[in-house]
């Protein structure tokens, strides 16, 4: 890793990544393939990847094709599977990198029976998401039959996706009917069956006796939109310094717009963190952990800074959670935030260096 000046850094546990991986795994007692995408939910993919390989597991699932491709760079031998929309110009790429792909559509299709060269493929059904997949049960199974004649195109495997795996549990009952329906109606059934993300693997896998693989992401963070804990680890922790300190006087302000004003005398820590890596203005009035102590965060949050209100005894060089330890959790800055766990890790900016800790 190239030098680090900044005092902000992420420490992504990945003997705690690999732990939720078997955890998961064996709740499920499934195949898992972990889903890496966007920059594995933040904790860096081509790190993670490199870790789970050296552990064993030889197939991961990314979004983009360029996701694929960071990954293929360092591993010429393990599966990707791009779960997006490729376009018909990318074959030649995906079929030299031996990459695997998602066809949604059959316009890609018939590109690839004109192609010439290997092409190894997932395709996706669309049971009620309304967001990639064929919709047209009959349009999979022509295409099933088709593909049989076609020796450069190999159709590995077929998947699904739930709109309501953490909520309307009807509603995904209707999913994995259509997707068993149309199961039924293939001559052949391919390799890889999947179709639960986390909160389907953790809850309903277990059941789904027509899989083969589930594909997991924030579980694998130890995050899951279930209040249960599953027994997951924590993964993820932002962290920074206080690096500089002031002392206000009653009626002093503080950032800009002076959102904030003192009270009484009061200290205030600047941590060099802001909403140009992901702690969006949003964040104001929310906490931070200090030695497992949750402290305010007050004024407005700078592009680069932030402050917090400290007691006398916190000083400069001070260690600062931002989030991802027991006083501060990823889900409770979601709830503050309005919004899921996802999106908190996706927010974290390239310019958080990630460090890595706990490689067992
Ligand atoms: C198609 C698909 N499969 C699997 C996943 C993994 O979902 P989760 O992170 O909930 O496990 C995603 C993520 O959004 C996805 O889009």
């Not at 960071?70 to 490729?86: A, C, S």
Request: glycine residues 6%; contains cysteine.
């Amino acid at each position: 890793m190239s030098k680090r000046y900044r005092k902000t850094w992420v420490e992504v546990n990945l003997g705690h990544i690999y732990d939720n991986y078997t955890q998961i795994k064996d709740i499920c007692q499934k195949e898992v393939i972990p889903v890496i995408k966007a920059n594995a939910y933040g904790h860096g993919a081509v790190e993670v990847a490199d870790y789970l390989i050296e552990k064993g597991i030889r197939c991961f699932a990314v979004s983009l094709l360029e996701e694929a491709l960071e990954i293929r760079e360092k591993h010429p031998d393990v599966d990707i599977l791009v779960m997006g929309v490729i376009s018909a110009d990318d074959l030649t790429v995906v079929s030299k990198q031996k990459i695997t792909f998602t066809v949604s559509q059959k316009s890609l299709y018939d590109a690839m029976k004109s192609f010439n060269g290997p092409l190894k493929c997932h395709i996706k059904v669309d049971t009620g998401m309304h967001r990639l997949g064929f919709i047209n049960p009959h349009d999979v199974v022509a295409l099933f039959d088709d593909a049989h004649d076609e020796s450069h195109i190999v159709l590995e495997g077929i998947y699904t996706h739930f709109a309501t795996s953490d909520s309307d549990r009807f509603y995904l009952e209707q999913q994995v009917q259509k997707f068993k329906d149309l199961l039924d109606n293939l001559k052949i059934k391919p390799k890889m069956v999947h179709v639960s993300n986390t909160s389907a693997t953790l809850k309903y896998e277990k059941q789904f006796i027509f899989t083969t693989h589930v594909r997991v992401g924030i579980g694998l963070f130890g995050l899951s939109l279930e209040k249960e804990s599953y027994g997951l680890k924590n993964t993820f922790k932002l962290n920074s310094t206080i690096v500089e300190e002031k002392t206000l006087q009653p009626g002093d302000k503080l950032g800009y717009s002076i959102t904030y004003e003192a009270k009484e005398k009061e200290k205030i820590g600047v941590l060099p963190i802001g909403y140009a890596d992901g702690i969006i203005r949003k964040n104001q009035n929310g906490f931070v952990s200090i030695n497992n102590t949750p402290y305010p965060i007050v004024g407005r949050i700078c592009m680069d800074q932030m402050f917090v209100k400290i007691p006398d005894d916190v000083t400069i060089d001070e260690t600062v959670t931002i989030m991802g330890d027991d006083i501060v959790t990823i889900d409770d800055v979601a709830e503050r935030l309005d919004t899921i766990t996802y999106e908190v890790l996706c927010q974290i900016t390239y310019r958080v260096p990630r460090t890595y800790t706990n490689r067992k």
